[in-house]
């Protein structure tokens, strides 16, 4: 069964920056993968902030501040965060989607999505 396990979050004051990993236990990832991170709030959906398949996508809200990437020799996805606000304060997510590929009309999808993390919590205070 495949595992994913985040790790990097934290606390961190408004403009900082944090880098989320998240890395795949008993599960190879490729190239061939679509994987995004997605973040939640309590009362709320959970959102998705950052897809990458051939392509890298954004939520409008990150763009120019978070960058996804991958190393497929060490298993793991990443998610570079700069530039923090408070609003970014969320509990966040990794995911594998479910039928391996995802297009700019997809990859923001929980539904999409069949392989979880545990999460890890960013908080930022102003």
């Known amino acids: 069964q495949v595992q994913l396990v985040e790790s990097g979050g934290g606390s961190v004051q408004a403009g900082g920056s944090l880098t989320l990993s998240c890395t795949a236990v008993?599960?190879?990832?490729?190239?061939?993968?679509?994987m995004a991170w997605f973040r939640q709030t309590p009362g709320k959906e959970r959102e998705g902030v950052a897809g990458m398949y051939t392509m890298r996508w954004y939520a409008e809200s990150v763009k120019g501040r978070f960058t996804i990437s991958r190393d497929n020799g060490k298993n793991t996805l990443y998610l570079q965060m700069n530039s923090l606000k408070p609003e970014d304060t969320a509990m966040y997510y990794c995911?594998?989607?479910?039928?391996?590929?995802?297009?700019?009309?997809?990859?923001?999808?929980?539904?999409?999505?069949?392989?979880w993390g545990q999460g890890t919590q960013v908080t930022v205070s102003s």
């Open positions: 995911a594998v989607a479910n039928r391996g590929w995802c297009d700019s009309h997809s990859w923001w999808r929980p539904a999409d999505y069949g392989y």
């Open positions: 008993r599960y190879m990832i490729s190239s061939g993968d679509c």
